[in-house]
């Protein structure tokens, strides 16, 4: 099977997932406001400066690539790992991911620039200096996909925590994580092509 033909069956089975996902509608789900003609356009937020968050990163070259849970850790660790002193958005720790990320989802990522303020909660945190903690934990539940030697499907718990550099530490976060992990044959490194919030 082809890599487009992988991620389309890949993506119909996330879906049918997520749909009996007893944890709620995945972000997202609910249409966005129409976008009139008087609406100004927004210009892209500027990238977060390079360094590496307080909270560090995965060594991303000590990951077992021949392990689909321990590429999925690797990269949800560093997708939920941001530090307001040198992010301006999630964005920038999506950015940071990208070696765990197929070609499609890295080159994605690396064009997407962000056009909206990230808000309350970030703003809050980065009155605050914070960094984030991040722990994942798989969640396993019956009635998934079944996996294949180039497809893996897999559930996360993630539970992000701010932490001030002023000794504040805000309310924990979780969030429930729904992946695909893709690789083109067993010889390969598997890395994660899809994530959906449920």
């Known amino acids: 099977m082809t890599t487009p033909l992988k991620r389309a069956a890949a993506a119909v089975l996330l879906a ?72 301006t958005s999630w964005m920038d720790a999506e950015k940071r991911a990208t070696p765990m990320f197929t070609a499609q989802r890295a080159s994605g990522a690396a064009s997407m620039a962000p056009r909206a303020q990230p808000g309350n909660v970030w703003n809050t945190w980065a009155s605050h200096h914070a960094f984030t903690t991040v722990q994942a934990q798989q969640s396993y539940e019956d009635g998934g996909p079944t996996d294949s030697p180039t497809t893996a499907y897999q559930r996360w718990m993630i539970t992000v925590t701010p932490k001030g550099r002023d000794e504040w530490t805000g309310q924990p976060e979780l969030h429930v994580a729904l992946v695909v992990l893709l690789r083109d044959d067993a010889t390969q490194p598997w890395r994660l092509d899809i994530l959906t919030l449920g």
Do not use: E, N, Q, Y
């Not at 997932?17 to 944890?23: A, E, I, P």
């Not at 937020?45 to 990163?57: D, H, I, Y």
């Not at 000590?62 to 392990?67: A, L």
């Open 16 to 87: 049918a997932l997520v749909s009996s996902c007893s944890l709620g509608h995945p972000l997202g789900s609910k249409p966005a406001p129409p976008i009139t003609t008087t609406d100004p356009v927004a210009l892209p937020l500027p990238p977060g400066r390079t360094g590496t968050p307080a909270a560090g990163l995965p060594d991303f070259g000590k990951v077992d690539g021949s392990d689909p849970a321990a590429v999925a850790r690797a990269a949800l660790t560093a997708m939920w790992t941001v530090d307001t002193d040198i992010d």
